[in-house]
């Protein structure tokens, strides 16, 4: 299994910035992907960004040009940069990894709060 914990979650006002971390301990040679998700109250968990093993990335379109996902050189710590947040963004984020055979594992989570 694959451990996550994050960080970095905070209360901030629309236009702020802020930096999450996700670290991984535990069977991280399985890894293929890690990326974060986001859940609203009352609404989906979406995907917002994904990194893979070989440095590919993918964006929800609603963050592209905001957010950016990047690993540590060891790739066990992957990191979201989040700029120029809007309410909408408000959600908890909960850090993902998949397996090369697709299994997940899931952080904990960690509250983003947008509001004036």
């Known amino acids: 299994q694959v451990q996550l914990v994050e960080s970095g979650g905070a209360l901030v006002q629309p236009g702020g910035s802020l930096r999450l971390s996700c670290a991984a301990s535990?069977?991280?040679?399985?890894?293929?992907?890690m990326g974060w998700y986001r859940q609203a109250p009352e609404k989906q968990r979406e995907l917002v960004a994904r990194?893979?093993?070989?440095?590919?990335?993918n964006y929800v379109d609603s963050v592209k040009g905001r957010f950016t996902i990047s690993r540590a050189k060891a790739k066990n710590t992957v990191y979201l940069q989040m700029n120029n947040l809007k309410p909408e963004d408000a959600a908890v984020y909960h850090c993902?990894?998949?397996?090369?055979?697709?299994?997940?594992?899931w952080g904990q989570g960690t509250q983003v709060t947008v509001s004036s």
């Open positions: 990194i893979t093993s070989g440095g590919d990335t």
């Open positions: 993902n990894t998949r397996s090369r055979h697709g299994a997940d594992n």
């Open positions: 535990g069977n991280i040679v399985s890894i293929y992907a």
